[in-house]
């Protein structure tokens, strides 16, 4: 794949998604919101393939699924004006809808475009496939790392804002109940597992999901740079003050410097 590719799909990106911009003043929060986070992916997953010595061209398809991996968010708010799948549809089949209807993987070989949709596609899943192979699979892994790091980005700044200035689609409507957390998120942490979404209730317990992701990392240099950034204890700090909790965020910490 060539670098003129990347760069074309890059400026289609600002023009397509600026559009979307044109709403209410919460729609244009939430919709600001995810064309940071995409950036942001494709300069986590720059990060990513230095640290993990991608060669210059799986660099520019790298940086080509982190551009295109929620591309789907846009048309999902302004049909549904949420970004909680379970309430309109899979982000990432609306991404692959979005790639094809637009050709934005004409002219590239029919090799990497299969190997960029199959990134795209997986990258949402509670797990990928387990008959993915490599190359794909690193792809796939890149990806979820990648999208990994920025959203922990999100949330930190978005605990920093005072609640009426938060983008209110990021917290997928979740009620916010600062003393409050649910035993079973608590207890699939502590037993160093993924807190499912369909087992969250609160924002709290959104919390425990994403700091639960520490398991599912697969590149050292995600766990690297998340242990750098910090991330995970300023989540941590905002969760209630039981000995179960601190457990549980003790062993995720852990396996950052394991």
Known sequence: MKKSHYEHLS???????????ITDEEGAK????????????????????TGEHLSENE???????????????????????????????????LAIDVIREQNLLEGIESSEQLLIEEAVRCHNLLEPPSKI??????????????DKLDIWRVFVELLAQPPEERATAATLGLDDLPG???????????????VHLDTVSCFNDF??????????????TARRVLHERGYIPILAATLPARDDVREAVSKALATLSA
């Open 11 to 21: 400026s289609w990106f600002d023009s397509y998604v600026e559009p979307f911009l």
């Open 30 to 49: 939430n919709i600001s919101l995810k064309i940071v986070h995409t950036r942001k992916v494709c300069e986590a997953m720059a990060l990513l393939s």
């Open 59 to 93: 660099s520019i398809i790298a940086s080509t699924i982190a551009l295109l991996h929620d591309i789907g968010r846009f048309p999902q708010y302004q049909r549904w004006r949420t970004f909680r799948d379970s309430e309109s549809d899979n982000h990432a089949r």
């Open 133 to 146: 192979k490599s190359p794909t699979r690193q792809f796939i892994n890149l990806i979820r790392d990648a």
């Open 180 to 194: 409050t957390v649910s035993d079973n998120c608590v207890a699939a942490l502590n037993n160093g597992s993924i």
């Open 207 to 220: 919390k425990l999901l994403q700091i639960s992701w520490v398991y599912d990392l697969t590149s050292v």
